[in-house]
C-alpha cells in the first residue's frame, strides 16, 4: 500500500517562501502522476499543480492562481516530490495534501487520485 507523508508547511509573512516536501512508499510506488492540492475549511480540495509522467518525458500542470510563484519537482531516487512556493500570499493559506495515482484521469481533479498524505498547515499572514 502506497504511504505519503507531507512536511514543510508553517507560518510565513506574505512574499516569503516555503518548501513542501512529500514522502512516497511502499512496495509498488510507481505512480502515474502526483499532484498537490489544497483545502480550506468548508471548501472543496483545490488543485494547485501535478506531474504526469509519459515514458522517458513528464509534464506539468498547474493552476493559474499560483502560476509563476509554485513550483513541482520530484526526485526519482528518493521517491520524493516538492512544491517549491514563492512569493506566498494570505490567500495560499490552506492545507495542502500530496497525492499520487498509479491510473489514468485528468491528474487536475482529485478524483483521479488513489493514495492521499495527511496534509501539512501553511499559514501566510499579510
Known amino acids: 500500500q502506497v504511504q505519503l507523508v507531507e512536511s514543510g508547511g508553517g507560518l510565513v509573512q506574505a512574499g516569503g517562501s516555503l518548501r513542501l516536501s512529500c514522502a512516497g512508499s511502499?512496495?509498488?510506488?510507481?505512480?502515474?502522476?502526483m499532484g498537490w492540492f489544497r483545502q480550506v475549511p468548508g471548501q472543496e480540495r483545490e488543485f494547485v499543480m501535478s506531474i504526469l509522467w509519459t515514458g522517458p518525458t513528464h509534464s506539468t500542470f498547474t493552476t493559474s492562481t499560483v502560476n509563476g510563484r509554485f513550483t513541482i519537482a520530484k526526485d526519482n531516487s528518493k521517491n520524493a516530490l516538492y512544491l517549491q512556493m514563492n512569493d506566498l500570499k494570505p490567500e495560499d493559506t490552506a492545507v495542502y495534501y500530496c497525492?499520487?495515482?498509479?491510473?489514468?484521469?485528468?491528474?487536475?481533479?482529485?478524483?483521479?487520485?488513489?493514495?492521499w498524505g495527511q496534509g501539512t498547515q501553511v499559514t501566510v499572514s499579510a
Open positions: 497525492a499520487a495515482t498509479s491510473g489514468g484521469g485528468n491528474v487536475m481533479q482529485a478524483t483521479s487520485y488513489d493514495s
Open positions: 511502499g512496495p509498488s510506488f510507481r505512480p502515474y502522476a
